[in-house]
């Protein structure tokens, strides 16, 4: 796997959001591929995903942009 081989710039995921119109659903799906489903929080709304990932600068938000 490539990420085997890349340096370690110290980042790391800090939270993963996940929206969906209906989330118990996609947490069934986590839950038959043995996804640690308490890692992820998932909650009803519009198809997005937004995550944090700590940096040695500070925290970096992840996320969909404002339909224009």
Known sequence: HPALA???????????DLTHPYPDRLRSVFT???????SVRVT???AA???VIGTP???VRL?????L
């Open 49 to 51: 995903v937004s995550a």
């Open 44 to 46: 009803e709304g519009p």
């Open 57 to 59: 600068r500070g925290a």
């Open 6 to 16: 890349m340096v370690d710039l110290g980042c790391r995921l800090v939270s993963l």
């Open 32 to 38: 038959a591929i043995g996804l640690n489903v308490a």
């Open 63 to 67: 996320s969909p942009s404002p339909t």
